[in-house]
């Protein structure tokens, strides 16, 4: 029957899409340049992700995968300038009570590797190997051990629809790390880390997108928002393309999202979903981000400031511009 680890575990890693985005995360926050995703069967079979980020030491391996071990708090104070996209030290624990993980890491400071097994939540190895600096962690069989939960999900293609989905919005919201994911054997899309964003748009969307959009720039003393939008005749069928990044992170506001919208009404003919690509930064004491378990939602202290400011800039474009 279900240990309260793996009933927990469905909070944080309820398919392979939400295992895929807390180990690329953890990547991301180990400081990593380079991140590999690979994936089989939709994820159920096989998840691994490389990153060339700071590796974890042989002492702090077991504890990593302790729930709510986490080295990126240390007290009551670091929770409100949370500028890492982990924080609560739940992710490792939670996958690794549903599935087999294999961790190969390694520090800058260690001359040897090391491997380390995990299944279901129970150790069975930690050896000493040779290996690059970094990480790799693989995750076989997920929710192996939850019948139930596995079949909730949908079926392989769909769930690696839903894992292509992120991997597009991380390579998006992170333009400085490059990204490679590959589906069974194939690699499906790269990003070259060279903050290059209409290069990643391209990619993603494909040639036209270049074409219809524009790029935003707006600074005041509170914050910060660049990236592109979308020329307002092109239209889209959904919120799928209305993306914003606050810090990093791809995030929910409905803040943003109206203010979004609103900005375009004047200039959408018969639509409202824009195409919106926009990076804010804000000061993380503004934010709370502790709002959503998977983190997708933030709630700001300064929703006035971010809406107005959401609405100039994109209305100073629309309005300035030749279409
Ligand atoms: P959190 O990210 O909330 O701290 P996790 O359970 O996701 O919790 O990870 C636990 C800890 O394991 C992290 O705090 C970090 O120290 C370490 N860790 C996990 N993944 C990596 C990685 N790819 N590179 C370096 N350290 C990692
Ligand atoms: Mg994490």
Known sequence: EPTINQIAAGEVVERPSAVVKELVE??????????TVEIKEGGLSLIRITDNGAGIAKEDIPMAFLRHATSKI????????????????EALSSIAAVSQVELITKTSSSLNGYRYIIEGGDEKSLEEIGSPG???????????????????????VTEAGYISDLME????????????????????????GNNNIKDILYNIYGRDITKEILPLHY??????????????????????YENYFINGRYIKSNVITKAIE???????????????SLYYEIDPNTIDVNVHPQK????????????????????????????
């Open 169 to 192: 919005r991380l390579m998006v919201s992170h333009p400085d790390i490059s990204f490679k994911y590959i589906v069974n054997n194939q690699v499906k899309l790269q990003s070259s």
């Open 134 to 156: 970094g990480t790799t962690i693989l995750i076989r069989n997920l929710f192996y051990n939850t019948p139930a939960r596995r079949k909730f999900l949908k079926s392989a």
């Open 262 to 276: 609103e900005a375009y009404k004047p200039f959408l003919m018969q639509h409202k979903y824009p195409f919106t």
């Open 219 to 240: 600074e005041s003393n509170e914050l910060k928002i660049t990236g592109f939008i979308g020329k307002p005749m092109i239209n889209r069928g959904n919120r799928m």
């Open 26 to 35: 953890n990547a991301v926050d180990a400081g990593s340049t380079a991140i």
């Open 296 to 323: 997708l939602e933030i709630r700001l202290k300064n929703n006035e400031t971010v809406y107005q400011a959401t609405v100039d800039a994109i209305r100073d474009i629309l309005s300035g511009k030749e279409m």
């Open 74 to 89: 240390r007290t009551a104070q670091d929770l409100l300038s949370v500028t890492s996209l982990g924080f609560r030290g």
